[in-house]
């Protein structure tokens, strides 16, 4: 039998250490614990937001009303938008544009039939010139007056000169009379006597009734003279009564006269009216008559928008601070972004927007919570001939400088 073979040797292992070969480490002292630490850092954070706030809301104002570029977004190009309307009754003949035409100042937009007009216009003319053939007419018989006050005057002064020719004819032949009959008497007595001849007495007799007879007659005469003074006298302060009567109706015809020529000039608006023309360069919105269409006074026809426009920013009241009338501009429309528009600022509202509002707020009652205001701010471009490729309405961004 072979041999049984000798087990394998078990190789030797290190003993386990023993507390005499490597004794245990001590254990370490306990270090003294603070609570406060382990709230430090938050209370220096919360610290610091709190003066960030306070900084926030005691300067903020301050710092955004200091900046030399203030912008805003609150911004938008503005332009007169005038409606159109009719002034006068009538139905449209034609519409001479179409919607959003440009048009030029004094360009025929809409026009009504004038028919009624044209009438109207003649019947104010005839009127004016019977008024003028009126007061021609009363001139003519003022001078035909002055012609009658002269005749009676002429009348008065040949009256008068009657009266002076009767008179002295009269103390002429008052001196015949009373020497004809002395030179009667005296024959009579010669007679008496048979001194004188009958035919020497009939003579002094037939000479004293002569004169006595164109006495009376040159006395005649001077009743007749008086008489024709005294009527031509009556005469020319009649016409002269009659002529202060027509210079009245002068008077009355006159006003009559600027009466009539005051409805022919209303008559002539009227007329012009029936003509609505453009009041400027610019563009029509859409048309809202056609032809055919019969309108009433105060009818919008359509709705104009001139070339000259501006951009109206709202700027909050913080931004103000430094803003003035004349501070350069930058405009950005979002039209055509990249492209910059300079102006400059030519009004600043008198009121924040809210008070020019339908509604105006009244924070006098219930609860308040402060809210920025907006103050309108109106800038104008420098290139006005840029302003008339914009729209009213676009938004823009305006920036203004309130340092130069």
């Known amino acids: 039998m ?32 603070w609570p406060w630490l382990n709230y430090a850092s938050p209370f220096f954070v919360l610290l610091l937001a709190v003066a960030v706030l306070i900084t926030l809301t005691r300067d903020w104002n301050a710092w955004e009303g200091g900046k030399v570029e203030q912008v805003t977004d609150d911004a938008f190009v503005r332009g007169d938008l005038t409606p159109l309307s009719t002034k006068v009754a009538g139905i449209v003949r034609s519409v001479k544009v179409s919607d959003y035409q440009r048009v030029h100042g004094g360009d025929l ?33 003022r001078e035909l007056q002055d012609s009658r006050i002269q005749r009676a005057l002429a009348g008065i002064d040949q009256a008068k000169a009657q009266i002076t020719a009767a ?27 048979q001194s004188a001849t009958k035919q020497k007495v009939e003579a002094a007799v037939a000479d004293e009734q002569r004169f006595a007879a164109q006495e009376a007659s040159r006395k005649a005469d001077l009743e007749q003279a008086k008489t024709a003074l005294r009527s031509n006298e009556i005469a020319v302060e009649s016409e002269r009564r009659s002529k202060a009567v027509l210079e009245s109706q002068e008077q009355q015809l006159v006003a009559d006269l600027h009466a009539k020529e005051a409805s022919l000039a209303v008559a002539k608006i ?22 055919g269409q019969l309108v009433s006074p ?75 205001q907006r103050i309108p701010v109106k800038i104008a471009f420098d290139d006005a001939n840029l302003a008339s490729s914009l729209r009213p309405g676009l938004s823009v961004i305006a920036t203004v400088r309130t340092r130069h």
């Open 2 to 33: 072979a041999a049984a073979s000798s087990p394998a040797p078990i190789p030797a292992t290190n003993p386990a250490p023993t507390p005499a070969n490597h004794p245990e480490p001590a254990p370490a002292k306990a270090k003294p614990q």
């Open 109 to 141: 937009l809409v026009e009504l039939q004038d028919d009624d007009y044209q009438a109207q216009l003649a019947q104010a003319g005839a009127a004016v010139e019977a008024a003028k053939a009126a007061i021609e007419n009363n001139r003519r018989q």
């Open 167 to 193: 008179e002295a004819g009269i103390q002429a032949v008052q001196a015949d009379v009373v020497r004809t009959q002395a030179e009667r008497a005296r024959q009579e007595a010669l007679l008496a006597t």
């Open 270 to 291: 009227n007329l012009g009216y029936t003509k609505i023309p453009a009041p400027a360069d610019g563009t029509v919105g859409e048309r809202q008559v056609r032809p």
């Open 298 to 372: 105060g009818t919008q026809v359509l709705t104009f928008v001139p070339e000259t426009k501006w951009v109206q920013a709202n700027y909050r009241e913080t931004q103000l601070t430094n803003m003035k009338v004349g501070d350069p501009a930058e405009i950005r429309v979002d039209q055509y972004p990249g492209k910059v528009f300079h102006g400059k600022v030519l009004e600043i509202a008198p009121a924040s927007g809210s008070q020019f509002a339908l509604l105006p707020p009244d924070n006098a009652t219930g609860n308040f919570t402060k809210v920025v």
